[in-house]
């Protein structure tokens, strides 16, 4: 029965952060949980727990004894998101440099499937998530590699947020994230130039950055 729950839930969160991501679920909607459940065919329990662990990812906001809510987006959140995301890949680079790490095989794997996407303008909304969640994998793994739990923690729970101001920006025109950029991260870290990769890593979290702002929430 333990193990049912946890299914239900894992999946309710899944679809629940696509939705929200997607917008589908928009920004500052009240939750029916009633409704909710009912439309995706769950009972009141595992709802209720995907709904604590999608507010543990900021993806939605609990105000005590009145309901809750999609979060809002906002440029100050975006801002705040980007500075902490920057500062925990950077750290990951320095802990993979301190931890003499070698073996980057999931990093690989990551740009592998990266390299293997093709899509087209003119794409549909469900698969330009897909892309992004392709291509964040090569940063979730880069975390992973530093071998420092909390830190992994820390960056899941900003990393679907992420992925929801990413989505506005990829969403609008056909724009394709950059695998080269990626690669170059992961050669300068392959050759030991853990300097060159966070400058490098920098300047294309950077860059993503200004890219976004300038569109506008």
């Given at each position: 029965?333990?193990?049912?729950?946890?299914?239900?839930?894992?999946?309710?969160?899944?679809?629940?952060?696509?939705?929200?991501?997607?917008?589908?679920?928009?920004?500052?909607?009240?939750i029916n949980e009633t409704a909710l459940a009912s439309n995706m065919g769950l009972s009141r329990p595992p709802l209720r727990e995907a709904l604590?662990?999608?507010?543990?990812?900021?993806?939605?906001?609990s105000v005590p004894r009145k309901s809750t809510y999609i979060t809002e987006i906002s440029k100050e959140d975006f801002e705040k998101?980007?500075?902490?995301?920057?500062?925990?890949?950077?750290y990951s680079i320095d802990l993979i440099r301190i931890n003499n790490m070698h073996d980057f095989t999931p990093l690989f794997a990551a740009l592998n499937e990266a390299s293997s996407i093709k899509l087209e303008s003119g794409a549909k909304p469900k698969e330009v998530l897909e892309s992004l969640k392709v291509f964040a994998e090569f940063h979730i793994k880069l975390v992973e590699l530093a071998g420092n739990a909390y830190l992994r923690h820390f960056y899941h729970s900003i990393a679907s947020n992420l992925m929801r101001y990413q989505f506005l920006y990829f969403s609008k025109e056909y724009r394709k994230p950059l695998l080269e950029e990626h690669q170059h991260i992961l050669d300068f870290i392959k050759m030991g130039e853990y300097d060159r990769a966070k400058d490098y890593l920098l300047s294309h979290i950077n860059y993503s950055f200004e890219q976004i702002s300038m569109e506008g929430f």
């Open positions: 029965m333990k193990l049912e729950i946890f299914s239900a839930t894992q999946a309710a969160v899944n679809h629940l952060r696509d939705l929200i991501i997607l917008g589908e679920l928009k920004p500052g909607q009240k604590r662990i999608l507010e543990s990812e900021c993806l939605i906001t998101i980007y500075r902490a995301r920057g500062m925990i890949e950077c």
